[in-house]
């Protein structure tokens, strides 16, 4: 059993800002909190919030289907068929900064971006280009809005997976965005192991994950709220490497891949990942 790095987050964090920042202000965009009893699988399909706790639409009538044919798939390809390292350890560090607002998205995109151009932008530059870009998730409004959220005092109100799509482009970068619904629909692939084969093929990744699950602090762990890079994959030793901004303790940070998968799959599987190149 590998040990999870860093110590056991019981203490508030400065992210606090990132988890918390988006509930006021994209609740109904992102769902309400009293959601419909059935949910179709377009809406279920539908991007996350990075670094916003806000209720999502639970999915249906779709959900056991979807379940079956992600349980399939791992079957069908299990992690047991891999060996080795998938990927590279060492960009979970080397563009690593820690984020000073609710941008939790914005830091992923800034560390993809700094791996592929060798000139990663700051801070400072990525939310000022987000805050000029047009929201496709929100229409007439930007990918972030940096003004205070009134839940908690905090600056910014999180990000919409998909628009990340937008950013990345802006400096030449392709990329595709995927969940278990979208890949269940013939879409790009997603879960462990095709993340494993994207790795491993050079091809950069962000994943919406349940950072209380990652960082083993008490809260709800249903949803995903926390956009952080996935570096690397060892198998063998039973480590994920990530690129997590949300802490001054989460620089090359490691969990299992059992901690990992249960923090992923509560955004169903939602994965950025870069063209080849």
């Excluded at 068929?81 to 995109?109: F, H, I, K």
């Excluded at 084969?197 to 699950?213: E, M, P, R, T």
């Excluded at 990992?260 to 990942?273: I, N, P, S």
Aim: hydrophobic fraction near 35%.
């Amino acid at each position: 059993m590998v040990v999870i790095s860093n110590s056991r987050r019981a203490r508030a964090r400065r992210v606090a800002i990132c988890l918390a920042a988006a509930a006021a202000f994209f609740g109904t965009a992102c769902g309400s909190d009293s959601p419909p009893a059935e949910t179709t699988s377009d809406a279920a399909a539908e991007s996350n919030w990075g670094c916003a706790e806000v209720a999502r639409p639970k999915p249906g009538g779709d959900r056991a289907k979807i379940e079956a044919s992600v349980a399939a798939r791992d079957e069908q390809d299990g992690p047991n068929e891999y060996s080795g390292v998938y990927g590279d350890p060492d960009a979970a560090t080397r563009n690593w900064e820690q984020q000073s607002e609710g941008d939790c998205g914005l830091m992923a995109t800034r560390a993809v971006i700094g791996e592929i151009t060798d000139q990663p932008p700051t801070e400072r530059q990525i939310i000022d280009l987000a805050a000029n870009t047009p929201s496709k998730c929100s229409p007439g409004e930007p990918v972030y809005d940096e003004s205070i959220d009134p839940a908690d005092g905090g600056v910014g109100h999180g990000t919409c997976t998909k628009d990340l799509l937008l950013l990345l482009d802006q400096y030449g970068i392709g990329a595709e965005y995927t969940n278990d619904f979208v890949a269940d629909d013939g879409g790009t692939e997603t879960g462990i192991e095709a993340l494993m084969d994207y790795l491993g093929n050079g091809q950069q990744a962000i994943v919406c994950v349940n950072s209380k699950i990652i960082w083993d602090t008490e809260g709800d762990r249903t949803n995903c709220s926390h956009l952080i890079t996935v570096a690397a994959i060892d198998v063998d030793n039973d480590i994920v490497y990530l690129g997590d901004s949300g802490g001054e303790d989460t620089r090359g940070e490691q969990v299992t891949m059992d901690v990992f998968e249960q923090a992923w799959q509560t955004g169903d599987h939602e994965l950025v990942v870069t063209n080849p190149r």
